[in-house]
């Protein structure tokens, strides 16, 4: 009898199953990851004028920045950068801002005014203040004149609203009545008298007539 040997089967063992992907990214290098863009300072307003490198803490950078040149050109004219940094320098923080001001404001006004300078503004801004009192005491001046005669005017109303209730004519038996009566009387006579008079001066007159 023959016997036949058994075939064997071929065995697969189970591998993790690799994508093509995963392959080709396995293999290519990582790129390095991406840098921010480098940040451009420009230099303030201070240090662009007087072309120098403008510091980190840069006392004029604050005050002048570089959007405004013309700001530390007028005050640099009148007062210098050294002054207005030992200036800036001998402040607290918190008042640097209103001295870079007052500043600026008086250096434009020396320029305007090479004379009097802020003295010559603050003058002519008190003159101004002095001319509006006057025109202000003027008006209240008028406004009392108008006051008094309105009451003036309301008085001679009421007078004669009252004028109106009286009665026309006082009783006969008054005080006033009498007077009126003696003036009338006085008056008739003293008509009477002069008629004589009139009539003895004209017979005078016809009398060489009849001579």
């Known amino acids: ?5 058994p075939i064997p089967t071929p065995t697969i063992s189970s591998s993790p199953s690799l994508s093509p992907n995963s392959s080709i990214s396995s293999n ?3 790129s390095p990851p991406l840098s921010p863009p480098p940040v451009v300072i420009s230099p303030c307003a201070a240090c662009k004028i007087l072309r120098r490198r403008c510091a980190d803490k840069c006392v004029l950078a604050p005050y002048f920045p570089p959007t405004e040149p013309a ?3 007028i005050a640099h004219r009148v007062f210098g950068a050294s002054n207005i940094i030992k200036f800036l ?10 001295a870079v001001s007052s500043m600026v404001y008086e250096a434009g006004a020396r320029i305007r005014d090479p004379v009097y300078g802020c003295a010559g503004a603050v003058f002519q801004l008190q003159k101004q203040v002095n001319e509006l009192l006057a025109q202000l005491a003027k008006a209240q001046a ?3 004149n108008m006051q008094f005669q309105q009451a ?3 008085a001679l109303l009421c007078m004669d609203m009252d004028k109106d209730k009286a009665p026309s004519s006082p009783p006969p038996n008054s005080p006033q009545s009498a007077v009126d ?3 009338i009387t006085n008056s008739s ?6 008629d004589i008079n009139n009539d003895i001066n004209l017979g005078s007159l016809w009398e060489p007539l009849w001579t």
């Open 189 to 194: 006579y003293l008509s009477f008298m002069e």
């Open 142 to 144: 008028q406004v009392v």
């Open 181 to 183: 009566d003696t003036f």
């Open 28 to 30: 290519s290098p990582r």
């Open 152 to 154: 003036n005017v309301l």
């Open 1 to 5: 009898m023959e016997y036949s040997e």
């Open 89 to 98: 320098q001998e402040l607290p923080e918190c008042q640097r801002s209103d």
């Open 71 to 73: 700001k530390f050109a």
